[in-house]
């Protein structure tokens, strides 16, 4: 199975940066990464794996402690006996023969590479959306700024055919059409003004603080005089023809699902070592003493050390139980992988039949809207 890695080696990832060319665009996505809290709950997810991968590595290393103990009790005599002792002591080290606690170690590292992966793959769902909700807000003030013109239109169109009805040139249900037609146009401002405060508090959401004060009004109130449009300039450059389909496995949400399926399959070597014997080593090394003058003096060294091993002869199939969950999990993840894979392939072929088809609706409407402007001319010529 090929990895992000490779991936990576041989097709570099595009930064979003590369293909956002408005100054406007970059500057609501810069404000995003700020401030967005979905965003933040993902970076927050990385650093709790980072400290969940340092308890798993810590796990592996024995525990030192340094202590003093002092008791007074009875000797084999009656009497009262101080003991005092200092020392060093190391509590309960298991000694990873099977593997287990490498295994978890393992795990714990997938899982923040998954996590870091997944981080990545907010980010850009961010930046996706964020550039989403800017070209639809700017759709919005074009088609507002568009129906305010045909409005105007309308009721001039509306005030000369009641001068002509007035005189007997235009019939009563010519007006009535033309007053209907007036209505209409108002229809469409209301609905676009809502669509505008809509797209902009959802583009608030996104940049977790209201839209710049440049950007398109919520109120519908901004002119598009002197302001770029969505014909006249480059808001996203293209994206490089050519491709290999393995730059589909840089993709972040595929390279957390494949780091998701290797943590799963650490998980099952785990739950397998752990049907093993458990060996554990207990030290203890210092000084002992009735005395607290004679303490840290010579002579009084004293140590202990034990290992132990513990094999399960019946545990209720409680760890076997173990190993089937990680099992399950496994083949759970390796699905959610090939899934991953199919969505990338999906949404790019989907993305490239959009292209060739909105190219083509450019130029439809492009030559539609040249013969309005004709049929406008020729009617004001008359």
């Given amino acids: 199975m090929p990895g992000a890695a490779g991936a990576n080696a041989e ?39 980072q400290a969940q991968l340092g308890l798993a590595d810590a796990n592996r290393l024995p525990a030192v402690g340094a202590g003093l103990n002092a008791a007074r009790a009875p ?5 009262q006996a101080n003991s005092l002792s ?15 606690l490498a295994n978890l170690s393992e795990a714990a590292r997938a899982q923040l590479l998954a996590s870091e992966a997944g981080s990545r793959a907010a980010e850009l769902s961010l930046v996706a959306a964020v550039l989403q909700a800017g070209l639809a807000l700017q759709a919005d003030e074009e088609l507002l700024a568009l129906a305010r013109q045909a409005l105007a239109s309308r009721d001039q169109t ?20 033309q007053q209907t037609l007036a209505a209409q146009a108002r229809a469409s401002i209301a609905q676009l003004t809502r669509q505008q405060a809509q797209d902009s508090n959802a583009l608030a959401l996104l940049l977790g603080q209201p839209v710049p004060m440049d950007a398109p009004a919520a109120n519908g109130s901004a002119s598009t005089a002197g302001r770029p449009t969505l014909a006249d300039e480059a808001w996203l450059a293209e994206v490089p023809a050519g491709l290999s ?3 589909l496995l840089a993709r972040p949400d595929v390279i957390a699902a494949e780091q998701a399926m290797r943590a799963a399959q650490a998980n099952i070597a785990a739950a397998r070592a752990a049907r093993r014997p458990a060996i554990t080593l207990t030290a203890q090394a210092g000084q002992a003493s009735p005395q607290l003058a004679g303490l840290f003096a010579g002579g009084n060294l004293v140590y202990t050390l034990a290992a132990s091993a513990v094999a399960t002869i019946f545990d209720g199939g409680r760890r076997q139980a173990g190993v089937d969950v990680a099992v399950v999990n496994q083949q759970i993840a390796l699905a959610q992988y090939e899934r991953s894979l199919q969505s990338a392939f999906r949404e790019t072929a989907d993305a490239l039949a959009g292209l060739a088809t909105w190219r083509e609706q450019l130029a439809a409407q492009t030559a539609q809207r040249d013969a309005t402007r004709d049929t406008a001319r020729l009617t004001e010529l008359k």
């Fill in 245 to 247: 389909s393995s730059v």
């Fill in 158 to 177: 509306l005030q000369l055919t009641k001068m002509r009805e007035s005189v007997g040139a235009a019939s009563l249900l010519e007006l009535q059409g």
């Fill in 75 to 79: 000797n084999s005599r009656g009497e």
């Fill in 86 to 100: 200092a020392g060093v002591q190391l509590s309960a080290w298991e000694i990873d023969l099977f593997g287990r």
């Fill in 11 to 49: 097709t570099p990832a595009l930064a979003w940066r590369d293909l956002v060319q408005s100054p406007r665009l970059v500057r609501w996505v810069d404000l995003a990464l700020k401030n967005n809290r979905d965003l933040r709950v993902a970076m927050l997810n990385v650093q709790r794996a």
